[in-house]
């Protein structure tokens, strides 16, 4: 469930499953419709899914975007017996409300920054300590509503936007301390009762290479980290995603599905920026194309309590590195209708997930919001998959194309 980059990279991987399943995809999008049969349904459209879910004698949903199990999709087909890979709304509040999300992570002893939940501009102002410091929405905001304030001014600004503005719609944000460090994304596959983690990986956040200018949904990622193995991967998972799955516990609250800690590996080790409840848009990207593991028989067993007990993952020894083709304007605007050429002229070895697509006149592959494609390339290391990654996107070509040039450069 769902149409971006995210969605096509698990609908890759779920048709690799030898069991061989009947994959359908709403709404989906022109890249989707190669691989899986497309249903016309907006992510929004709860009773409509349901009723497609119900219909179509679906086994499993999974669902892809967040705005879905924030609004209570999982609930919704749990009361008419479908299977959900996904939180119910108890559980994805804690990507639907940082300021919840905040107080489970102190309850649970999970640690993260200082923060204060604020409603006025002049309670934020009075609330920040140092520069720079972090300003969130507390809502959704498809990953663009965290501003980093440098001084005083641009942190008014940010309060005026966000609380007077009600730019996303909220009414209060999270004024947080700002951390330094090396930031790193740790996925975990959650039964309700334990969390099993996923391979790191790295996301590229800002729109420009060096980390320059506004948030973005991603524009890229690689994994996996160098500095986090898998021995490293579960002494996290013990004391960021454990703890905050017993925490819900104790709240009458089994989540089940995909916990991604969004971290900051500081002196002082790693602490939480943020929490989210599904798979991360560019992570998976370049986490799924390394799994090894039938990602079906893993979405069942979590919907199971305690069905991940004896699961064991195994991946692929490559490195991953996906890099997104943004249209003209992002992430203040996108360009629809752009025609995308290339797209058969990439080779065998790189995968290209579609995002913002559409079919066009003569079935032209057009542009269609604002991130438009993926490329994922498998590399020995980082340096080789970049370059295949690279070589493979300077191939496709539309009017306005946008790309970061240094995914993944630190760790080449």
């Known amino acids: 469930m769902g149409g971006g980059a995210r969605e096509h990279a698990i609908v890759h991987a779920l048709l690799r499953s030898p069991r061989r399943p009947e994959v359908t995809c709403a709404p989906g999008n022109a890249g989707i419709a190669g691989e899986a049969r497309l249903l016309d349904i907006d992510a929004d459209d709860i009773d409509g899914l349901v009723r497609a879910a119900r219909s179509e004698g679906v086994d499993l949903v999974v669902v892809g975007p967040e705005a879905p199990l924030v609004a209570g999709l999982a609930d919704a087909l749990a009361a008419v017996g479908v299977r959900c890979f996904g939180p119910t709304a108890a559980g994805a509040a804690l990507e639907g409300s940082k300021a919840f999300c905040k107080e489970v992570m102190v309850a649970a002893g999970v640690p993260t920054a200082a923060y204060r939940v604020v409603e006025d501009p002049a309670d934020g102002i009075e609330a920040i300590s140092s520069y720079p410091v972090v300003i969130k929405a507390d809502g959704l905001a498809a990953g663009k509503g965290v ?18 503005r009600r730019r996303f719609g909220t009414e209060r944000v999270v004024v947080e301390e700002h951390l330094d460090g090396e930031e790193l994304s740790l996925l975990a596959l959650c039964d309700g009762r334990s969390a ?13 290479d060096g980390d320059r200018g506004p948030n973005t949904g991603g524009m890229g990622s690689y994994s996996p980290v160098p500095s986090v193995d898998a021995a490293r991967a579960a002494d996290i998972c013990a004391t960021v995603h454990q703890p905050v799955l017993d925490e819900l516990a104790a709240r009458g609250i089994s989540f089940h599905g995909v916990l991604y800690a969004g971290l900051m590996l500081t002196p002082d080790g790693p602490k939480v920026l943020e929490f989210n409840v599904r798979f991360g848009d560019p992570e998976t990207q370049a986490i799924l194309p390394r799994l090894r593991s039938d990602l079906l028989d893993l979405l069942e067993a979590s919907t199971i309590p ?9 991946w692929a020894l490559e490195t991953a590195v996906t890099v997104v083709l943004a249209s003209r304007g992002y992430p203040e605007s996108s360009s629809s209708g752009d025609v995308i050429t290339g797209l058969d002229e990439v080779g065998p070895d790189v995968s ?16 269609a919001g604002g991130r438009v494609l993926s490329v994922t390339a498998l590399g020995t290391d980082a340096a080789a998959a970049r370059a295949s990654a690279y070589s493979a996107a300077d191939v496709i070509a539309f009017d306005g194309k946008q790309l970061r040039r240094d995914i993944a450069q630190r760790a080449a």
């Not at 305690?306 to 195994?314: D, Y």
């Open 306 to 314: 305690g069905g991940l007990e004896n699961a064991e993952l195994e």
């Open 352 to 367: 290209v997930t579609h995002a913002g697509t559409a079919r066009g006149d003569a079935g032209a592959v057009v542009t």
């Open 147 to 164: 501003v980093i304030a440098r001084d005083e001014s641009e942190a008014r600004e940010a309060l005026e936007d966000l609380l007077v």
């Open 196 to 208: 099993l983690p996923l391979a790191s990986a790295q996301d590229y956040k800002r729109i420009f």
